[in-house]
């Protein structure tokens, strides 16, 4: 038998020339994929200072310049720090946008993506400035995700912490409304697409932290106020004493939905200890809302606002916005009390008890302008106000007008003792509110047995009550009064008279809010008589 034994014994050094060579190319394309790694990344790199220069100036359209500059590589990212946006028009001028610090971290796999991935962003101490549209100058872009370079970039996720926004007004001497941004976490951010946030942010106008999250974009950086917004928020720790002459506690939540520019908004807030400079009263109450905010600049439109406290409700429409020459911002208001409690009312703006109670509706205007004045000094009012079931709870004014009422349907004094029910009825007239004091013109009330009509004034910074009216009674008038007034009513008493035994009677309320008194204004028709 013949054996081949070459053939068997070649075969050993063939199989293993074989895994040779196999090795050799599979190593050949392993160092010829990491060369060309090494050539893609060196020429296309991202996390140099000209290449983070470039995407920063493609996403906002400005000038940007970066005091200094680290890299590293694994994993890939760099840090930039002192970052300047210029501005377009007098870029010598302070910079439209500045960061502390901006942080970028990549990987090797988001390197070869398409579009390129950043695994994340982070911001440090972003002050930005926005000035209005109507200026002429271009309308800055936060260097996130729109621009040239947009297209070709996602983030997975982009935190900012210390942020300022500043919406600058059409006036350059007017207070800016700024926003401070706490802490943002923005994720999903790609070119031309909405990305979703959670947001802590400290508001200046009214103070207090907002809490929110939803979705927000794509950003539009030719009309900032078109870029949409939606989702969630809680407003707590509101400080109301920012709008001057008011204060109280307030925590709201809501939704919200549409343009930066038009925001529908839906909620409701409830306030502790409301106070009005000028009262010694707070009261709570709750309101419940739907407004339109403009989040380029916090104007408001309320459509409407309906509040509660005590027994009373008031219901407000109309603009809390800033106007030209003014520094902040006026409130200008449809105000209507549909039902409600005439002593509620009282007690926001008085020192003391209210000196009436009963039902009271309201309807009327309410201006309330910007500045440090007093609340009550600077509200402007023009109301049109019923009373019914009216009652004096101060028993000097209640016994006045009950001996006038008593008088009129034929009571004697001795009849009036010990019956001091106080009886107003129909009370309507028009109140206007200005510098403090509160004209009351075409007022009109009844007693049983007589009608009055009457005008005057009511200061309510100090308390001051002068009104005057006319009152027809078929009653006697010495019964009004006493003493030596007495005697002379009774002689004066035909000069009163009318037609069917009706008399006309001029009274007063005067006095200080609390202890007036209503007395018969005879001087007054005597000497018209003359």
């Not at 000069?495 to 009677?505: H, P, Q, S």
């Amino acid at each position: 038998m013949l054996i081949d034994h070459p053939r068997a014994t070649e075969r050993g050094p063939v199989r293993k020339g074989l895994v040779h060579k196999g090795l050799w190319i599979a190593g050949a394309v392993f160092l010829g994929l990491v060369v060309t790694a090494i050539l893609a990344l060196a020429t296309h790199w991202p996390f140099t200072r000209d290449a983070v220069t470039r995407s920063l100036e493609e996403a906002s359209g400005r000038t940007v310049r970066i005091r200094t500059f680290t890299k590293w590589y694994f994993p890939p990212g760099c840090t930039a720090g002192g970052i300047t946006f210029l501005r377009h028009i007098h870029p010598e001028g302070p910079p439209i946008i500045t960061v502390e610090k901006l942080v970028i971290q990549g990987s090797l796999t988001g390197m070869f993506s398409s579009p390129k991935r950043l695994s994340a962003v982070r911001i440090f101490g972003m002050r930005m400035q926005i000035p209005p549209k109507t200026r002429g100058e271009v309308i800055a872009s936060v260097p996130l995700n729109s621009g040239p370079g947009g297209e070709s970039l996602a983030i997975s996720k982009i935190t900012a912490e210390g942020a300022l926004l500043e919406f600058l007004p059409e006036e350059r001497d007017a207070k800016p409304y700024r926003l401070k941004i706490d802490s943002l976490a923005i994720t999903d951010v790609g070119f031309g697409k909405p990305m979703s946030y959670r947001a802590t942010l400290t508001n200046t106008e009214p103070p207090g932290v907002i809490r929110a999250e939803g979705r927000f974009g794509p950003w539009n950086p030719q009309d900032i106020g078109a870029t949409l917004v939606s989702g969630t928020y809680t407003y707590d720790d509101i400080d109301l004493t920012a709008f001057h002459s008011i204060s109280g506690l307030g925590h709201a939540r809501g939704k919200f939905d549409g343009p930066l520019a038009r925001i529908q908004t839906q909620g409701s807030i409830e306030v502790s200890a409301f106070h009005v400079d000028g009262g010694d009263h707070s009261v709570n109450l709750d309101a419940t809302y739907a407004a339109t905010v403009n989040g380029t600049n916090g104007d408001v439109f309320l459509d409407p606002a309906s509040a509660r406290f005590r027994n009373t409700q008031v219901e407000v429409r109309g603009w809390i916005a800033g106007h030209s020459g003014e520094s902040g911002k006026s409130a200008t208001l449809d105000v209507a009390v549909p039902k409600g409690r005439v002593d509620d009312l009282l007690i926001l703006f008085i020192k003391g008890q209210p000196m009436m109670s009963g039902n009271v509706t309201l309807d009327g205007k309410l201006v309330w302008p910007p500045g440090p004045r007093n609340f009550l000094e600077k509200i402007r009012l023009d109301l049109s106000f019923g009373m019914s079931g009216s009652r004096f709870t101060n028993p000097g004014t209640k016994n006045s007008i009950d001996s006038v009422s008593e008088s009129a349907q034929g009571e004697s004094k001795k009849q009036q003792e010990g019956d001091l029910r106080t009886v107003l009825s129909e009370i309507l007239g028009d109140i206007h509110l200005r510098d403090g004091t509160a004209s009351i013109a075409n007022a009109s009330f009844h007693v049983p047995g007589a009608h009055a009509s009457m005008h005057g004034t009511y200061n309510v910074l100090n308390g001051r009550v002068d009104l005057h009216g006319v009152l027809d009674t078929r009653g006697r008038l010495s019964d009004t009064t006493s003493g030596f007034k007495a005697l002379v009513l009774k002689a004066a008493t035909p000069l009163f008279k009318k037609e069917n035994a009706m008399r006309i009677v001029p009274f007063q309320i005067t006095g200080a809010y609390g202890d007036t008194s209503v007395t018969i204004d005879w001087k007054k028709e005597l000497g018209s008589r003359r």
